[in-house]
């Protein structure tokens, strides 16, 4: 599986961007899409997932509100709507993709089996 992640870039405070991460490949038995970030200096961490087959969403407590996770029909691109966005949300993000056939931990790296090459997003005044 290959995906690619953009959609990020430089906006102020309050503003909003759209990520998108488009997998390739060998997608058909994709159960888990996710979105991490890394800041600098800090461990890449947990911001959303959405589960292909049951539509579950899930966020980190921090995103929950100002973040959506969602997936076209074809179930090959993901997207993160991100509002209301602030300086502390400022790194690059990753799309990531488990490819099931269950999973147990949707926050964890250790999860996911293909991991995009990240977009900066950078959060200014």
């Known amino acids: 599986v290959q995906l690619q992640a953009s959609g990020g870039g430089l906006v102020q405070i309050g503003g909003s961007l759209r990520l998108s991460c488009a997998a390739s490949?060998?997608?058909?038995?994709?159960?888990?899409m996710g979105w991490f970030r890394q800041a600098p200096g800090k461990e890449r961490e947990f911001v959303a997932a959405l589960s292909l087959s049951g539509g579950q969403t899930y966020y980190a407590n921090s995103e929950e509100g100002r973040f959506t996770i969602s997936r076209d029909n074809a179930k090959t691109t993901l997207y993160l709507q991100m509002n209301n966005l602030k300086p502390e949300d400022t790194a690059v993000y990753y799309c990531?993709?488990?490819?099931?056939?269950?999973?147990?931990?949707?926050?964890?790296?250790?999860?996911?089996?293909?991991w995009g090459q990240g977009t900066q997003v950078t959060v200014s005044s």
């Open positions: 990531a993709v488990d490819e099931g056939p269950i999973y147990s931990d949707y926050a964890i790296l250790d999860e996911y089996d293909f």
């Open positions: 490949g060998r997608t058909l038995t994709t159960e888990l």
